[in-house]
């Protein structure tokens, strides 16, 4: 078994789902979405799974709505985030 490739945070499927789905998103380059991603999740609870067939049988349509939003809510959070603290080259 090969735990970095068999395990994985179903958050992290979601995140890039959603980024995906939203076209105002494509007006940034990789490293900044790359950037609301890595945010994003460390703001979310982890959901690791093996498969994705198994969310498919534990997961209610109310329980994946909820994550839904908790997705969206991270990633605006993290976008608004990065926009209004933009880093600072250090010396």
């Known amino acids: 078994m090969h735990l970095?490739?068999?395990i994985h945070n179903y958050?992290?499927?979601l995140v890039v789902e959603y980024?995906?789905?939203?076209?105002?998103y494509s007006e940034y380059n990789a490293d900044f979405i790359a950037d609301i991603c890595c945010l994003a999740l460390s703001h979310l609870p982890a959901r690791y799974i093996r498969h994705e067939i198994d969310m498919a049988?534990?997961?209610?349509s109310k329980q994946r709505g909820e994550m839904t939003n908790e997705?969206?809510?991270?990633?605006?959070?993290a976008r608004d985030y990065i926009l209004n603290?933009?880093?600072t080259e250090q010396s």
């Open 57 to 60: 049988f534990y997961l209610s």
């Open 11 to 13: 958050y992290e499927k």
């Open 19 to 24: 980024l995906n789905q939203e076209p105002s």
């Open 71 to 77: 997705v969206k809510i991270a990633i605006v959070q």
């Open 4 to 6: 970095d490739l068999d």
């Open 85 to 87: 603290n933009p880093a």
